[in-house]
């Protein structure tokens, strides 16, 4: 799907809280037809933030493409989740065209400039890039969700409160975002979140589109606002900035192919490499639950040790894709990985090194009726980023990433580049267990053949090389646990690990839609929503 430009009319009318979408379309000229309300089946989304999903779930239902929903709730969310993804943020994109059976990648991840300590925002940018590639409404169109929800309030969510009472009392401290998110003194699930100055940020991209960041008037006074609050930007920098559209990370599973974000998100190229090594691992559903667990951990701990090896300056690979997920190179790597007992990190090659990755982050998926799909992942280098604002944007400012490197956004698209049928899509969230969570939820879907409900629904486990730790959730069966302490692994529980959003259509997004496993994490508080 090339840019193309569409005739839209959209009315826009808030009740009870929740942002209702109508639209009349007049697609003429338009690669895929769309007019008016959807009949049927429209699409379907799953998003970590309950406002963004109605907000996707509209766009849908009222003829736009999977790339108009995810844009749309790229900005909902730099409104109603602002603890994990927002304006002055990033992030990485999957987009699938069922028309060129082909799929883009766009990198935007919040990283430093030529000077100072503070990122540069992009993304915008990558959404306009994102809407003109593959979108089908105009752009003040999509935009016009997210404003209104920062105008007129929508209430909070158990999401975002969560977060708060988490990881949000720095942010608190500012008397401006205090007066927005707890203006009783504290924060309250159901009570309206009104932010002004948000609004009028996202008037201006709405009016004057993405380049109004980069243009000379918002850049000095976002330049004066970053160095206000202490982490400093080069005006020269975020003028010139602009999103990276690559080629993704791509991996053949079976009769299809499974396209992963690539560097510089560099836990994308990692979460293939993890998933070809389980493939190499294990026969699909033929392991006992305690073997599966041990060699999860075993290719987990393998995979963050290689990339010790091939992750390069701001979170490129030093090698060729295709070399880091050369067969031969990974059983070479490690032959009798998974064999008898755990292999101690200090014998692992490449020696493993202590990477301090960024928390936080969410994570969605849209597919629509023409057999399209979205998949992206969003990070703020930590939970509510660096806990400051920009002062007169109502921008929550992105953390300055650790040792220059944001790598945790990651998601993955499957589908057959033969037909352009398209099967499943995931996004992850939650730092450096957001790579390992995706490639569980896959394998299991694709490998050991269970419901996506099941899968998600799997006790987690997670090794990051260093420290040598077997992360592993509380819900999985004492009896496992021990198994896995037999097996020399140092066990320590955590009550969650890893936020996924997915979908799985069996018999094809477009052929039967309808028929779609869509799930949020149970670990969460978001929903799914079909537009029919």
Not at 164 to 184: R, S
Not at 217 to 230: H, S
Not at 370 to 385: D, E, K, Q, R, Y
Request: glycine share 12%; charged share 15%.
């Amino acid at each position: 799907m090339g840019p193309r430009q569409c005739n839209d009319k959209m009315a826009f009318l808030r009740r009870a809280g929740a942002l209702l979408v109508a639209a009349t379309l007049s697609l003429n000229g338009c690669a895929q037809e769309a007019a008016g309300p959807v009949e049927g089946f429209a699409g379907l989304v799953a998003v970590d933030e309950p406002n963004a999903a109605v907000v996707g779930r509209e766009i849908l239902g009222n003829g736009g493409t999977a790339a108009d929903a995810a844009v749309a709730m790229a900005f909902a969310l730099a409104v109603t989740y602002p603890s994990r993804a927002g304006l002055a943020g990033g992030g990485a994109c999957l987009a699938f065209s069922a028309q060129t059976k082909s799929t883009d990648a766009l990198v935007f991840l919040p990283l430093p400039g030529l000077i100072g300590t503070g990122t540069l925002p992009l993304l915008p940018r990558a959404m306009a890039a994102l809407n003109a590639r593959h979108g089908s409404l105009r752009w003040e169109l999509i935009l016009s969700p997210a404003e209104n929800l920062a105008r007129f309030g929508y209430d909070m969510s158990r999401a975002l409160a969560q977060d708060f009472a988490v990881g949000g009392q720095t942010l608190l401290t500012d008397p401006e975002a205090q007066a927005i998110f707890a203006p009783a003194g504290r924060v309250q699930t159901g009570v309206p979140v009104v932010q002004a100055q948000l609004a009028a940020t996202l008037s201006a991209l709405r009016q004057q589109g993405a380049g109004y960041f980069h243009g000379s008037g918002f850049t000095a006074r976002y330049v004066e606002a970053t160095a206000l609050a202490g982490l400093p930007i080069d005006g020269e920098a975020l003028r010139g900035a602009v999103p990276a559209l690559l080629p993704p990370v791509a991996l053949r599973v079976g009769d299809t192919t499974a396209w992963f974000t690539p560097p510089p998100a560099a836990n994308g190229l990692l979460a293939a490499e993890l998933y070809l090594m389980l493939a190499q691992m294990l026969d699909a559903g033929g392991d006992p639950q305690a073997e599966l667990l041990h060699l999860f951990l075993e290719a987990s701990a393998q995979a963050f040790a290689d990339r010790a090896g091939w992750l390069g300056p701001g979170g490129q690979s030093s090698l060729p894709v295709e070399e880091v997920l050369n067969a031969s190179r990974l059983q070479g790597l490690a032959p009798d990985l998974g064999e008898g007992g755990h292999h101690p990190a200090a014998a692992l090659r490449p020696t493993p090194q202590a990477l301090i990755e960024p928390s936080g982050g969410t994570g969605f998926v849209a597919g629509d009726r023409f057999g399209n799909a979205v998949a992206c992942s969003f990070t703020m280098n930590g939970l509510f980023g660096a806990g400051r604002m920009a002062a007169g944007t109502g921008m929550v400012l992105a953390a300055p990433p650790p040792q220059g490197l944001s790598v945790s956004p990651v998601a993955v698209l499957v589908a057959s580049e033969g037909s352009g049928r398209f099967y499943f899509g995931a996004a992850g969230g939650d730092g450096a267990a957001a790579a390992t969570a995706v490639t569980r939820v896959l394998f299991e879907v694709l490998e050991n053949q269970r419901s996506l409900a099941q899968a998600m629904e799997e006790g987690r486990v997670h090794h990051n090389g260093l420290p040598d730790v077997a992360f592993a959730e509380e819900r999985i069966p004492v009896d496992l646990l021990q198994a896995l302490t037999q097996r020399g692994h140092n066990v320590r529980t955590l009550p969650a690990m890893g936020l996924v959003n997915a979908f799985w259509c069996p018999d094809a997004l477009a052929t039967r839609g309808d028929q779609c496993q869509v799930e949020n994490d149970p670990r969460g508080f978001g929903l799914t929503q079909r537009a029919e």
